[in-house]
């Protein structure tokens, strides 16, 4: 069964595919916090901008199999017969507790190439089009090579300096988004800073929050 909070259609707003028109699927659940604000100051991840607990959001729901689930994302894509290649997304919560091959090869059926947004502790399953790891804090990375190091910044418990030979097509740095205007701004200085520093990054806003976009 798996489990989903919410599914949608818009545009990527991060990193190297920012831009790209996407279907999302954002899982329910995740290894490095609960979900709960009473547990985030002592979560393992304590900065998350994410809504990931239930079933509860558009398009959420429980799903008993690959191919009804695929099924269901497939019909987010619009009908653009041919011209584009349709794009789904999988994050969440932690997509690497329940993506699987299984999920991966009914949406490579349906003519999508699908990209995965994950944490990095978790083993990923073999087929993924294009891979995003954000590194979290003092956990250990299970996956240290593939498309996009995506590192919020900053992490005090995770410079960039320990990622930046890790086997990766891009290197991204994106501020760090609070509740505080002032401190966005300074995190955003800071990355501009960094990035200006150390030419192996690249800044990555998160255009969908500009733009006021899913
Ligand atoms: C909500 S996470 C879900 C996927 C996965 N659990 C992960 O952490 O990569 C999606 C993306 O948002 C980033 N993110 C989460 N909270 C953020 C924040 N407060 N500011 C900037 N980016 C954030 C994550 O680092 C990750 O790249
Ligand atoms: N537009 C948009 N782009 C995104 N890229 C990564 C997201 C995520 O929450 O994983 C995200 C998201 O939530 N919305
Ligand atoms: S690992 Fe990802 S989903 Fe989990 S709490 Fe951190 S940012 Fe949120
Ligand atoms: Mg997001």
Redesign the pocket.
């Known amino acids: 069964m798996y489990h989903v909070k919410e599914a949608f259609y818009s545009l990527q707003g ?2 190297a595919r920012a831009g790209r028109a996407s279907v999302f699927c ?1 899982f329910s659940g ?1 290894n ?1 916090w609960s979900g709960r604000e009473q547990d985030r100051s002592s979560a393992a ?1 304590s ?4 809504d ?1 607990v239930g079933t509860d959001g558009q398009n959420g729901g429980r799903f008993a199999s690959a191919e009804a689930l695929a099924d269901h994302l497939a019909a987010l894509w619009p009908d653009t017969a041919g011209v584009a290649t349709p794009y789904v997304v999988f ?5 690497l507790l329940q993506l699987d091959a299984a999920l991966i090869a009914a949406m490579h059926a349906h003519g999508f190439e699908v990209a995965v ?4 502790t978790l083993p990923a399953p073999a087929g993924i089009d294009w891979l ?3 590194p ?1 804090g003092t956990t250990p990375l299970a996956l240290t090579a593939g498309d996009e190091l ?3 910044y900053p992490q005090p418990e995770a410079p960039p300096e320990r990622f930046a030979e890790l086997a990766f097509r891009y290197h991204f740095l ?5 509740t505080a205007l002032s401190a966005n701004e300074e995190h955003v200085s800071a990355t501009v800073a960094y990035c200006l520093a150390h030419p192996l990054w690249r800044l990555s806003l ?1 255009t969908h929050k500009i733009t006021g976009i899913d």
Request: hydrophobic share 20%; charged share 25%.
């Open positions: 991060e990193g954002r995740c490095l991840c900065f998350c901008d994410t990931f994050t969440g919560g932690e997509p947004e994950t944490n990095g995003c790891v954000s979290k995506k590192l919020v994106q501020p760090m988004d609070t998160q």
